[in-house]
């Protein structure tokens, strides 16, 4: 069967810092992965998407960046934190749009 | 661009009532989505509505894509605690990149 896994589930960081948040996918070859960002109780804002490895696109400017080392690893990092990164970051991949996303469980960022 | 906008944006209620929540756009969707989110948690993929007029039921949920596919509906009949959560739908732009447009939630609480 296929899983999401993403971590970690809660970090703080310091405004500055760097950041690397990590996602896998198990179960499906080839599949198209998303990282959202959620503002408290709202919609989901796409920040990257790849249909393929080295394959980035990149949906709003900001001061994030994502890789796909691999097929199934998709990764968000920053070099240097701002306040306003802050919130909840999502991964999600699915193999068609209309087959629906399956979301990892999230991860927290605080950034102080 | 596209967009889709939801509403009410927040709904309390008792329980046993009834309620609806709508989805709407100007924009014509491949295929609509539905999902519900807990705190904390990441979104899971309620329902997949892909033919206009198509009507879908989950137990005591029913969704109805509109027949021009741009928008849709949510209807809960005699509301229950367990349907607390965060709705959320989301449309296919029809590339072959996967992407779903997300609207912006709507926050259901309901009362015992």
């Known amino acids: 069967s296929q899983t999401i896994h993403q971590w970690p589930a809660t970090l703080v960081q310091p405004v500055g810092s760097p950041l690397s948040l990590e996602c896998t996918v198990e179960g499906t070859s080839n599949p198209n992965l998303y990282w959202y960002r959620q503002a408290a109780g709202r919609g989901l804002q796409l920040l990257f998407y790849s249909v393929g490895i080295g394959q980035i696109s990149s949906e709003v400017p900001q001061n994030l960046s994502a890789s796909r080392p691999q097929d199934r690893q998709f990764i968000l990092s920053s070099k240097k934190l701002l306040l306003s990164d802050s919130g909840f970051y999502l991964c999600a991949w699915t193999v068609l749009a209309n087959y629906g996303y399956t979301f990892g469980s999230g991860t927290r960022l605080t950034v102080v | 661009t596209q967009l889709l906008e939801q509403s009410p944006q927040f709904l309390s209620i008792q329980e046993g009532e009834n309620l609806t929540v709508y989805c709407n756009s100007s924009?014509?969707?491949?295929?609509l989505q539905w999902y519900r989110q807990e705190p904390g948690e990441g979104p899971v993929l309620l329902v997949t509505?892909?033919?206009?007029?198509e009507v879908k039921k989950l137990k005591r949920l029913t969704f109805q894509f509109g027949d021009a596919r741009k928008d849709s509906s949510l209807h809960i009949t005699a509301a229950q605690p367990g349907d607390t959560g965060l709705y959320l739908c989301?449309?296919?732009?029809?590339?072959?990149?996967?992407?779903?447009?997300f609207g912006q939630g709507t926050t259901l609480q309901v009362k015992p």
């Open positions: 924009s014509v969707f491949s295929s």
């Open positions: 989301a449309g296919d732009g029809s590339s072959n990149t996967g992407k779903l447009i």
């Open positions: 509505v892909v033919t206009g007029g």
